[in-house]
């Protein structure tokens, strides 16, 4: 099976060809490290996580080297500190590690590696004396270098944008000090209360876009196969990261960009001015599960819009039910092991990561698994294994799933014992008064010879 993806460079879906299927390089653009991440920055860490899962099982596990990077020097770090106070430092800290803890919750895969921006300045600044060197970039009085936009006969070719475009697009301001209102900072100079490097330009910090340039080439090399982020990153940042790179190395950037699209709630673009902002870690508290959460960010092909509706919400609940108790059914059967790679269900995500497909087949399975006679259950069951792994789902024991893992199950327990020792006694009225009591709750009792089991409604 080909795995074909959608190359933005082009404009067009090709057959996936690493330059060396040994060492297969994929480099993801991570969160900036000043805030709780929201759904929107959830999707392209769900989306690359499927991705890498993918290419690991067709290239193998110690043949894939996927760099995800944290930013941790940036003017909303610094925007957050000046607001509260609190050590940039600590920000940024504090903040990596709730992203990562929301990340785990959700499935996603740590990195092979995972390179911070502040542990990278000195290749930054050999980076920036490169492109000075070669004439693509210069500095000013003031400590700023920009990178020279007209030096580069081809910029725009991956967002298309003609000049005019560009001016309007750019995030940096038109400043007296450019050359061309289209260039744009490489390194700015620093005041004594934020983050600043000694470099040959003076006390400073590096700009955005040159850290994923710096960070993808030490790790991976001048020339890596996928590049990947969210659409939004189109331009400025993918284009001036392959302005830097090239123009430095002689060499393209990457060979496949890879770009997942847009995400709105019920219907509306998330901003603090609508008050519509959605983050994970509040999903989190509400009581969504983080399978939930993957299943929602899965249920649209990554490069389509995806709405996020609470009606979807609960219908991913749903499906992720039906799924568990399809597990739970053959709880006695033991897996087979099976060849993933001739499944529906691989074939859909090797055309272009067709995750509906995908989990079309998925559910397809448990229904077999439901209704299939037993010689043929540890096939089904294995198969439902397998893909759900490589989905990220469905690897919890049914019974977990059900009953949840929170700190009400030691009550739920004791309240079960209770209600298990006044049916014992006769006490009928306070057996139905606890089973009622654990209904409001939404605790599904089953009473069997075995004993009492319980799940969440």
């Known amino acids: 099976m080909t795995l074909k ?18 060492r297969v390089t994929m480099y993801v653009c991570g969160p900036t490290v000043y805030d709780f991440a929201h759904i929107g920055n959830a999707r392209p860490a769900v ?3 499927v991705l890498f899962r993918l290419l690991r099982t067709e290239y193998g596990v110690d043949h894939v080297a996927y760099a995800q990077n944290i930013t941790d020097v940036d003017d909303k770090i610094n925007k957050a500190h000046q607001e509260t106070g609190e050590p940039i430092a600590d920000i940024s800290a504090r903040y990596s590690k709730a992203y990562w803890e929301d990340m785990t919750a959700l499935n996603v895969m740590q990195p092979t590696i995972q390179p911070y921006a502040t542990q990278h300045i000195s290749q930054m600044i050999a980076l920036i004396e490169t492109l000075i060197e070669k004439g693509h970039a210069y500095a000013t009085e003031d400590g700023h270098v920009l990178f020279s936009v007209p030096s580069m006969a081809d910029y725009g070719s991956l967002s298309r944008l003609d000049k005019d475009q560009i001016i309007a697009g750019a995030r940096v301001e038109i400043a ?4 061309d209102p289209s260039d744009f900072v490489l390194w700015k100079p620093s005041a004594d209360d934020l983050p600043g490097w000694e470099s ?15 960070m993808a080439a030490t790790h991976l090399g001048h020339t890596i196969d996928i590049h990947g982020g969210g659409l939004d990153l189109v331009f400025p940042h993918h284009e001036n990261e392959i302005a830097q790179s090239t123009c430095a190395h002689g060499a393209p950037l990457a060979n496949y960009w890879v770009h997942n699209g847009y995400l709105t709630v019920e219907g509306e673009k998330m901003s603090k001015s609508v008050g519509n902002i959605t983050t994970v870690r509040q999903l989190r508290d509400q009581g969504v599960k983080g399978e939930v959460i993957r299943l929602m960010l899965l249920t649209a092909q990554y490069r389509q819009p995806l709405d996020w509706k609470q009606k979807t919400v609960e219908q991913c609940k749903n499906i992720l039910d039906r799924l568990y108790r399809a597990l739970e059914g053959a709880a006695s059967v033991e897996p087979a092991s099976i060849d993933i790679k001739s499944t529906k269900f691989y074939a859909a995500l090797c055309d272009d990561i067709n995750t509906p497909e995908a989990l079309a087949a998925l559910t397809d399975l448990a229904g077999q698994l439901n209704k299939a006679p037993d010689n043929k259950k540890p096939a089904l069951k294995g198969e439902l294994l397998a893909c759900g792994a490589l989905l990220g789902v469905v690897q919890q024991n049914p019974q977990t799933w059900f009953q949840g893992d929170t700190s009400e199950d030691a009550e739920i327990e004791s309240l079960i014992s209770a209600r298990n020792q006044a049916r014992a006694d006769k006490d009928f009225a306070e057996a139905d008064r606890l ?16 004993g009492t089991t319980w799940k969440r409604a």
């Open 200 to 214: 040959p330009w003076g006390r400073g910090r590096p700009g955005w876009h040159i850290e994923c340039s710096a």
């Open 435 to 450: 089973r009622d009591e654990l209904a409001d709750r939404g605790i599904i009792l089953e009473d069997s010879a075995q």
């Open 176 to 179: 007296d000090y450019k050359k």
């Open 47 to 49: 989306v690359f996580d």
């Open 5 to 22: 993806l959608y190359n933005t460079l082009t404009r067009s879906k090709q057959d996936f060809t690493p330059t060396d299927p040994e």
